[in-house]
């Protein structure tokens, strides 16, 4: 093996450790895309683009026929292509509230560390990585800490059932009272004469959802409930 091949290898294992490093992040928050995902895209794009740039210089060319190819046109469809599998880790819910974008962005920056490290940016990439990281991890908590209240909350969508249509402003009231915040609201009425009251409401990160659970069944007039976390 001549220095040659030594280096493309040498790309391929810094975009495949780069790529475990955003990949674990996704892999200990259990989401949709996790560390196979990530290394793959990450591995992938490195190779292209590396391919991409050696097949530029060496396509033939003679007197009769001299073709200039771009170093970099492959690497370009990676960037606009891999929205398509980003585009399918975007869930929306059935209470319209949108989950994944983070996700969806962290495959489009696993492709552009690949991309920098088939260029030969290795110092750009690990940056890269390292300040996608800070940025996901470290900053918003940072920020629920200081910052303003809405970024100490989280958000918690529940179902309630309520046995009388009296109860619902009473219902409503009750959650300024137990500090929480409501961001939506939807009734609709059930064929047994109860009503649904779909409701995401914020409260402080640190709450658990079993407190809120305890604290939201004691309202008068919530005969049944669901809750669960959006985040």
Known sequence: MNSVDLELLMKLGISAILG????????L????????TSLVISIVSCLLTIVSI?????????????????????????????GFLGA?????????????????????????IGIAVGVGYYVEAIAGVALLIISVEIVPFFFGLVGPS???QKEITMHLRVDDQHNLDGIIH?????????RSIRIKDLKEGDQLLSLVVAVNYRRSITD????????????????????
Not at 216 to 224: C, H, L
Request: hydrophobic share 40%.
């Open 212 to 231: 809120v659970y305890y604290a939201v069944s004691r309202i008068e007039g919530v005969k049944r409930m669901e809750i669960g976390s959006l985040q």
């Open 29 to 36: 928050k259990r989401k949709p895309v996790g560390l196979k």
């Open 88 to 112: 399918g880790v975007i869930l929306r819910r059935g209470n319209d509230s949108i989950s994944g974008l983070t996700t969806a962005a962290l495959i489009w920056g696993a492709a552009g």
């Open 54 to 82: 050696e097949s530029a210089y060496k396509f033939p060319r003679n007197d009769d026929i001299n073709i200039t190819m771009d170093p970099l046109r492959l690497a370009a469809q990676i960037v606009s292509g891999i």
């Open 150 to 152: 809405q970024l100490s």
């Open 174 to 182: 009750s959650f300024k009272d137990l500090n929480m915040t409501i």
């Open 20 to 27: 475990m490093i955003i990949g674990l992040e996704r892999e």
